[in-house]
């Protein structure tokens, strides 16, 4: 386990800019304790110093994972978010979108959602924007990236896709062993 190079945390940042934008600055900056971002087997891991500390006291093989994994870096060096950052992400998001109850499971199955299922979007949500999605209780229940800006959601049919799937609780079920 180590600390992010300068090109990883860019990369790192840009990514949760895309749901969170200036947000960011909340994760390191904890009025608790300081929490930090370390990488070990391509994933990167969300923890306080002391744990992080404390784990680097292990060794690389018998670590499995220490604090919460905020995702994955690809071959390629792009970063994929994982589902495990979702209360991360729902906390600081700038922009929001509530699911009807008759389109969560599709969405839990991992299937775009379309103007049918939108129940409400943030106002001034520009189109290929970063999204936490909730369903009516205000649980979130996955992210995504918008497909169309709020107005261009108003004006669309019924059956467009307005939202693209990239994680959702269902995530748990489907790929639990790749999860860690």
């Known amino acids: 386990m180590r600390p992010l190079t300068e090109q990883e945390g860019k990369v790192l940042f840009e990514k949760l800019a895309k749901y969170i934008g200036a947000n960011t600055s909340y994760l390191i900056d904890r ?18 110093e002391r ?3 404390k784990a680097e006291a292990v060794g690389r093989e018998q670590l499995m994972s220490a604090g919460i994994v905020f995702g994955r870096f690809t071959h390629s060096g792009k970063f994929k978010l994982e589902v ?3 209360d991360f992400l729902a906390q600081y998001a700038q922009y929001k979108v509530w699911i009807k109850p008759s ?3 599709s969405y839990t199955y991992g299937n775009h959602l379309t103007r049918a299922g939108l129940g409400r979007i943030t106002e001034g949500c520009p189109r290929y924007q970063g999204v936490v999605v909730f369903n009516m209780a205000d649980i979130p229940i996955g992210f995504g990236v918008t497909a169309h800006s709020t107005q261009g959601c108003r004006k669309v049919e019924a059956n467009t896709i307005v939202l693209f799937h990239e994680a959702d609780i ?3 079920l489907r790929d639990e062993e790749h999860l860690l």
């Open 51 to 53: 744990i992080a500390k």
């Open 170 to 172: 269902g995530t748990y």
């Open 103 to 105: 389109q969560e499971q």
């Open 31 to 48: 009025p608790d304790e300081p929490w930090v971002f370390r990488l070990h087997n391509q994933r990167v891991l969300y923890m306080t």
């Open 84 to 86: 495990t950052c979702l």
